[in-house]
Each structure stands twice: as C-alpha cells, then as structure tokens.
C-alpha cells in the first residue's frame, strides 16, 4: 500500500491506493524499455511516494484561505514550474499585430461566419506568427463563448472549409511545407458546437514552435535568446511553454473580438498539446475552462507515480528534451526532489473548471495517475468553494465525474475519440453557459 499524504487545512489524509480500483492490466506485448530506460505497467510496481501539498507555503505555513492562495501561495507554484518544468516565458510583446485578412465569411454551409487573423510576435513579418481560425455561430445576436484548440495540424488540414488559408506544416525532413486541405492528425466536426451556440477557434503549433530537435532556431524562442546564447537558460521556456504562450496571444486577440465574450473562452489540446492547455490555463486566468485530453507525464499525471512514461523517458536526449526547460531533465532518476507535481498544477486551475479525459488502453500516459491528481488537487478547490471529483473511486470507462473538477475516461486507446465530443460539450455547458 502506498504511503498516504495528507491537507492539514482540510484535516484530510487520502490513502488512494488502497481505495481507487486498477485499471485493466497492461497486455504484455507493451515495450517494457523505451529509449534505454525501462517502462513499469505492474501497478504493485509503482512505489511508495509523499505528494506536494499545494496547501503549504515554501514558508512552511498552511493556506487557510482564499487570498493568501491567490496572492502568495498559487504564484510561488507557479514559478515552481517555471524553473523546474516548463520554463519561464516572457509576457506580451510589445509589437505584436494582429492583420484580419478575412472579417466574416459565411461558412460551415452557412452554420458559421468564419474569420481569420495572422498574429505576427515581432515587426518583422517573416518572422514567427501564428494564423488564427474563428468561427462563431451564424446569426449570433451577442457575444458568444468559445473553444480555442491547439492542433497538431494547420487550420485548413483541421477543417473541412475550403476559405481557409492553406498554411504550411513542418514535414518529416523537418522543413515547411505546403499544408494540405482536410489531411489534419485530429481532424474536427463542430457542427455540435456550433448548433449549441459555442465559437470555435484554432492555431497550429507548429506555427509557434517546431516540435522536434533541434527546431530552436526556426521558433518563436529564438526571438527571445539573449545575445550571444544559441539556447535558453535553463529555467526559460521550453516547447510547450512557447505553444501555451501562443495561446495567450491568440487570447489576446479575442479580447477585441466583439463577436466573443472572452469571459468564456475554454482551451482544449490532446497528448502534448494536453500539457500544452494545462499550462497555458495554469499561467493565463483568462481562460475560463481546460479540456486536456490525455496529457499523462508532464501534464495531468502524477510523476512521482512510476507508471507508463517517466521524466526520463521524456527528457532523454534522442526524445523530447527540448519540450520542457533543461531543468527538468535533473528529476528523471530524482522524481523524488521536483518540489512539484501534477496535483499542484491541477490545482493551479481553481476555482476555473478543468476536464481531464483519458482512455482505458492509454497505459503509457497513465489513466489513474491522472485520476489521483485531480482527487489530490481537491482541496484547493473546495477552499476556494467549488467542488472536486468528489470521490477517491476511479470511475469505469464511459462513466463521467463532472463538478468544477471532471474526470472522462473512454474505453479505448491515446487521443479523443468522436463520441468524446459529447462529454466535452456536456461539461462546457456546465461551467460556460450564462457567464461565470
């Protein structure tokens, strides 16, 4: 049984694994080493391990209350992760722009008027920028709230609308191509959002920053190297950071978006663009709700937990160093030592709602590792007054847990699955319908 940690502010002590169910055993043909390091799937192989109380202050002292969390201990959590996993960013450049090159098309067979913006960081117009997608829908009498995703593909590969803008997309060989029309990873019907009275908005990461080694140079982070340096210091901003700092500047244009209340704008990403929306809701409060979709090590799991991918598998140095701040790569045989863990960053959200959705088969992003940190989070919502999974039971597939904190977990593999949209819209309506 693994070691209970306890919320002295709540006089709590959760003993989790002795009260949340398994999931299904892993099937033995799972790679059990991935890059050199060995993978655990045996749930009596996890170990024992003290969790972050996101209650207690570097001080020593417990939060007691609603503004000594807002105001001292959710920023120093805040920059816990900043120098020790995702990287410090900087803030809004001061010579951005935003060029509507389309202000309101008719689309989705007349269900949608469209716009589209291109957000340039920089005064140099052939430097980084990101195109951003709108639709909101048609004949819309006020402001509406909207879901901003994250996408592994280029806007015109993500919707089938043959106005977008074609856009390029990073190739195998590592350089920009021309994007090709419907051909995205996650490819998206928003028909349902539209017709419940949501906007729907998209940008490509790629358009931010390259998601492989070695794609510093062509990034928006080398607009921000200081002189003289080919990388960033260790405590600056990795991938992920540079893509939620995107979102942020895709936020910012919404603000003047009179067509969008930006009162209620969600986020939403799926795998490392999970993490990406978890840290972009954990840094920006102006996003009013998180969907991550099977953001596992790095994102909504627990890392202390040796389950499935580890920090060592993410920050070996032929795999995903470059998503994180060098930083991290110092807790991947220390897990131990990294003063946090998804529990905090879980409970960075409160008191905004926050949807973690998953799969039964998705053993390498650990399904129960993100359980346990929303249930380890909810204390911190409950002090601010909202309420958290509410049980230390880990619910069966299909079987949802929707309060300010949700869990989904699908019966099936990595990603979101069409009938997932349901769930999400369930849960939107919820926290985003009537304002907040």
């Known amino acids: 049984m693994r070691t209970p940690f306890c919320f002295a502010a709540f006089a709590i002590c959760f003993a989790l694994e002795a ?20 993978v655990n799937y045996d749930e009596a192989l996890v170990g024992t391990y003290q969790l972050p109380d996101p209650l207690k202050m570097a001080n020593g002292k417990q939060v007691r209350d609603a503004r000594t969390w807002t105001e001292k201990r959710r920023p120093e959590i805040v920059r816990l992760f900043e120098e020790n996993q995702y990287g410090r960013s900087p803030a809004r450049p001061a010579d951005m722009t935003f060029d509507v090159f389309d202000t309101g098309t008719p689309a989705m067979d007349g269900k949608a008027i469209r716009k589209q913006v291109t957000i340039y960081f920089s005064k140099d117009k052939n430097g980084p920028k990101e195109d951003l997608v709108v639709y909101v829908p048609a004949g819309a009498s006020k402001p509406v709230p909207l879901l901003l995703c994250i996408d592994f593909s280029p806007n015109a590969g993500t919707f089938d609308d043959a106005g977008i803008k074609l856009g390029e997309i990073w190739n195998r060989d590592h350089k920009r191509v ?76 919404l603000e003047t978006d009179k067509a969008v209340d930006p009162r209620r ?6 795998s490392r663009l999970g993490k990406t929306v978890m840290w972009a809701g954990a840094r920006d409060t102006r ?11 790095g994102g909504a799991a627990l890392s202390r937990r040796n389950y499935g991918e580890t920090i060592a598998h993410l920050t070996a140095p032929d795999r995903f160093p470059y998503q994180f701040c060098a930083n991290y790569a110092r807790y991947a045989a220390h897990v131990d030592q990294l003063p946090v863990d998804a529990n905090m960053l879980v409970a960075l959200m409160a008191p905004r709602p926050v949807l973690l959705q998953t799969g039964t088969t998705d053993y390498w992003s650990d399904p129960k590792g993100e359980f346990l940190a929303a249930v380890a989070a909810e204390p911190v919502f409950r002090l601010l007054g909202k309420q958290g999974l509410g049980t230390s039971q880990m619910p069966a597939a299909g079987q949802p847990i929707f309060h300010t904190i949700g869990y989904y977990m699908h019966d099936g593999p990595h990603g979101t699955m069409p009938g997932d949209w349901k769930y999400f819209l369930e849960f939107m309506d919820m926290h985003l319908k009537g304002g907040q």
């Open 287 to 297: 996003f009013a709700l998180v969907i991550a979709s099977c953001s596992g090590e």
């Open 178 to 253: 021309p994007a090709e029309r419907g051909s995205g990873m996650f490819h998206m019907k928003i028909d349902n959002l539209l017709a419940a009275g949501y906007g729907v908005a998209a940008i490509y990461y790629g358009d931010i920053e390259p998601d492989f080694l070695g794609g510093l140079p062509f990034g928006v982070r080398a607009l921000y190297l200081k002189p003289g340096k080919t990388e960033p210091a260790p405590d600056e901003w990795g991938a992920i950071a540079a893509w939620g700092w995107g979102m942020s500047r895709a936020m910012d244009y």
């Open 265 to 270: 704008v969600g986020i939403y990403g799926v």
């Open 19 to 38: 009260q949340t169910q398994n999931p299904p055993p892993a099937p033995a043909s799972l790679p059990r080493v991935t890059a050199g390091i060995p």
